[in-house]
Nanobody, 120 residues
Framework: QLVESGGGLVQAGGSLRLSCAASGRRISSYVMGWFRQAPEKEREFVATIAANGGSKSYGDSVKGRFTISRDNARNTVYLQMYSLKPEDTAVYYC???????????????WGQGTQVTVSS
């Protein structure tokens, strides 16, 4: 089970840190990722991080503003978001996958999501 937390309401230009805590399985062997979905829009890739944390990738819209990290000992993945914009408003989902390809395009496991709202 993946459980996201840390969402909320923030003003444009502000920051938030999302957490994704896993239970029932260790994430240390999984590629972890974040996706988001705004109302009436398709799901959008945000970021992925390799199992050992050595490789990270980001969607173009968040590059340079968001940072993904993981703490395998705590079984938790994070998404630090800086310089937030109103267009970052969405439900953010944590995901776990066995491979980097699936992590990017079709994750194996999903969390329930956490709402992030950025006001202008």
């Amino acid at each position: 089970q993946l459980v996201e937390s840390g969402g909320g309401l923030v003003q444009a230009g502000g920051s938030l840190r999302l957490s994704c805590a896993a239970s029932g399985r260790r994430i240390s062997s999984y590629v972890m990722g974040w996706f988001r979905q705004a109302p009436e829009k398709e799901r959008e890739f945000v970021a992925t991080i390799a199992a050992n944390g050595g490789s990270k990738s980001y969607g173009d819209s968040v590059k340079g503003r968001f940072t993904i990290s993981r703490d395998n000992a705590r079984n938790t993945v994070y998404l630090q978001m800086y310089s937030l914009k109103p267009e970052d408003t969405a439900v953010y989902y944590c995901a776990a996958s066995a491979t980097s390809y699936r992590a990017r395009y079709n994750p194996d496991y999903w969390g329930q999501g956490t709402q992030v709202t950025v006001s202008s």
